[in-house]
């Protein structure tokens, strides 16, 4: 089962920021948090990735609380092709990636 | 452009038939992963390989049967298949099998079993 608790839908209007919840209040000390999202008819499209501190790239940021049992990602400026289900995924130990039902970002112009 | 390219991109088959999905990583990955997602149902891992040796199975049905020639492509042939074996199959790649290593996907096999 996904240990992570995301809203099932979400809108933004194009040009503003897409904040994105997740829970994951019983994350392990040495497990990371990962957001991918997967567009309509294509693969899982890998996003960001962080342990415990803000981390930043050219797709998002990711802000992990301090007792890290919850983190957000931020799209800066939307667009209509960041319409997507956006999974936020503790990574367990071993190799699998639990991918749960995700939060589906509508965004409108 | 992910640098995982999946072949077939759609599938149709009968049960009785015998066919193969191909996957090929360009991203010079030594793991590689089959996933199946089925509608309305979270992604499932079946296979993982680390250069070219399986490390995990997901207690999936003999009728899948992965094949790992070399680190770059990663085979999975199929035969026998049911109804409940239509879904999307992704392949997906990383740099190392542990933790904390992104994986890339491809856009995926959509398998229709008639």
């Known amino acids: 089962d996904a240990k992570t608790t995301q809203p099932p839908s979400m809108d933004c209007a194009e040009g503003r920021a897409a904040n994105l919840p997740c829970n994951h209040s019983?994350?392990?000390?040495?497990?990371?948090v990962y957001w991918y999202r997967q567009i309509h008819s294509q693969g899982p499209q890998y996003i960001i990735h962080?342990?415990?501190n803000n981390e930043t790239n050219e797709m998002a940021s990711l802000i992990i609380t301090e007792d890290r049992k919850s983190s957000t990602l931020i799209l800066p400026h939307a667009t209509l092709r960041d319409t997507a289900v956006y999974y936020c995924i503790v990574y367990q130990a071993g190799t699998a990636l639990i991918f749960g039902k995700g939060t589906t970002l509508s965004v409108s112009s | 452009e992910t640098g995982v390219t999946q072949t077939p991109r759609h599938l149709v088959m009968g049960m009785t038939n015998k066919k193969s999905l191909k996957c090929e990583q360009h991203l010079g990955h030594n793991a590689m992963y089959w996933y199946k997602q089925s509608a309305k149902k979270p992604l499932e891992l079946m296979f993982v390989?680390?250069?070219?040796?399986?490390?995990e199975n997901n207690s999936v049905p003999s009728r899948f049967s992965p094949e790992c020639p070399n680190s770059s492509h990663l085979f999975l042939h199929l035969h026998t298949l049911q109804p409940e074996d239509s879904a999307l199959y992704l392949c997906a790649s990383s740099q190392e099998v542990v933790m904390g290593q992104p994986q890339h996907f491809g856009d995926g096999t959509r398998l229709s079993i008639l």
């Open positions: 019983t994350i392990s000390g040495n497990e990371y």
């Open positions: 962080g342990l415990k």
């Open positions: 390989y680390s250069l070219e040796e399986r490390v």
